[in-house]
């Protein structure tokens, strides 16, 4: 354990234990996804590499994302903030006034068609270009809610402050990506979590923001009965069957909404503690829907059992660790708003998936972070990871590490730049702090009354000089 402390203690601790972990997972992701797809993508187009080439290219354009993150200095992400939410929200417009306004081919595929510009559910199709808006939504909530919050600092203790704007354009987002995919709410939801909860907001907002949540998952679930979103007018409502098949499992899941998480659960028990070897599950065989995709940690449990199971959920367990040390250790209020939203997100979508394969949580279509088949995801999962890895350099004690040893020029130039060594200060950190600081800074006691002396301590300077000097003689 000393060594363990002794290992966290170092400088770039948060740096390389972010890197490592996320690198790992990439690396079992790419693997997993070749295993999953191999047989189907050799059964329909006689090459087994299809599905991983695809993946491969989109993890180097997410490695080239993490490059260019990882080298910005916050000012430019909160610079950013609010070009890639318009974007986000205008490709999502795009995306549901297709779906709405240009329906294509049959009604219960939901697509929409509009010249070359093709939708359908949760992608946009331009030529080969596929595009899915939700994932950048997240980032994009990001980005703008912890400048829009470290911006309001301690006005955040009044109601009025923080419902405006944060709220209405949540509620924008929640709809326009709730419409057609409740999981990926559900990560906005986290998101904002993250971002109040590191701001130190009060109990009483998460507990209406609950309320209000379970108001709008009430009213998505209806949708989906009138054809809503996802939903097929005149078929039953898939997102209630998912609840109900949840809490009341039914006699014959075999041919019910529960057929999906039962061949979850039967490779899961196939794979036992040490699973049947890379490469020779039996649940992709077109028994398991969606093994490449959403139910993708079923497929790691059978081929890798329990003990491939505990490395992956290890390996989340790290990159959390990291996302929350870099949000407590970083001086500015942005970055540690930024790191904690960041980290929330990914590590309650990996909850939720992993949940929803082992039958602990409800199903609800959610993609395995790093581990899924999916393009936008993974690019917008590492540009991510590139920012908390801007972050954890710019670390105080990072900071002064890289400066006072600094790389060869050329390995900062390919790399990442010198990040700014800090103040010291820590502004903006709460609307608690901030309004202690006022406080103090008035010379007022916490009861409203100022001291006699005008705010000075008692004893004065001297006094503090006397401090300091017995403080070194017991050194």
């Known amino acids: 354990m000393a060594a363990l402390r002794g290992l966290l203690d170092r400088p770039l601790a948060s740096y390389y234990l972010l890197l490592s972990s996320a690198g790992l997972l990439l690396v079992i992701g790419l693997t997993m996804v070749f295993s999953a797809t191999s047989v ?128 209405p354009v949540v509620g924008l987002l929640f709809l326009l990506v709730g419409y057609n995919d409740l999981g990926t709410m559900l990560c906005l939801l986290a998101v904002v979590v993250g971002l109040l909860w590191a701001a130190g907001v009060r109990m009483r907002v998460f507990a209406a923001l609950s309320m209000l949540g379970l108001a709008g998952v009430g009213l998505l679930v209806a949708a989906a009965s009138g054809g809503g979103g996802s939903g097929t007018a005149g078929a039953d409502n898939y997102r209630l069957l998912r609840l109900t098949s949840f809490l009341n499992p039914p006699e014959n899941c075999a041919e019910d909404a529960c057929y999906q998480a039962r061949e979850a659960l039967l490779a899961i028990d196939h794979g036992g503690w040490f699973g049947v070897g890379l490469g020779r599950g039996t649940g992709k065989w077109n028994w398991l829907p969606m093994a490449h995709n959403d139910f993708i940690f079923a497929v790691v449990a059978e081929e890798l059992g329990v003990v491939g199971c505990a490395v992956v959920l290890a390996l989340f367990a790290v990159l959390t660790y990291s996302g929350l040390r870099i949000a407590r250790r970083v001086d500015d209020p942005f970055r540690r708003l930024a790191a904690a939203a960041a980290t929330t997100w990914l590590v309650t979508q990996a909850i939720i998936n992993v949940g929803g394969v082992t039958g602990m949580l409800p199903i609800t279509g959610l993609p395995l972070p790093f581990i899924s088949d999916g393009g936008s995801a993974l690019v917008v999962t590492l540009a991510a990871i590139g920012m908390l890895a801007s972050f954890a350099r710019a670390e105080p004690d990072a900071a002064r590490a890289l400066n006072a040893r600094p790389p060869a020029r050329w390995v900062r ?48 300077r001297a006094a503090r000089e006397r401090a300091g000097s017995a403080n070194e003689r017991r050194r």
């Open 40 to 167: 189907t993508e050799y059964a329909e187009g006689g090459n087994a590499f299809g599905a991983l080439t695809k993946q491969a290219v989109f993890a180097v354009i997410g490695l080239v994302a993490f490059w260019a993150c990882q080298r910005l200095p916050a000012r430019t992400f909160r610079a950013l903030g609010r070009p890639v939410l318009a974007l986000a929200v205008g490709l999502l417009l795009v995306l549901n006034g297709l779906l709405l306004l240009f329906p294509y081919g049959n009604p219960e595929d939901k697509e929409g068609k509009l010249g070359p510009l093709m939708a359908s559910l949760n992608w946009l199709h331009l030529g080969p270009v596929q595009v899915q808006p939700s994932e950048l939504a997240k980032f994009a909530l990001v980005l703008w809610g912890a400048d829009l919050i470290a911006r309001k600092g301690a006005a955040l203790g009044y109601w009025r402050e923080l419902a405006l704007p944060l709220f």
């Open 413 to 460: 130039l390919v790399w990442a730049p010198l990040p700014p060594l800090s103040t010291g200060r820590r502004t903006g950190s709460s609307p608690g702090a901030a309004a202690r600081d006022a406080e103090s800074r008035s010379g007022k006691r916490r009861d409203g009354q100022a001291r006699p002396d005008g705010g000075r301590a008692p004893g004065g």
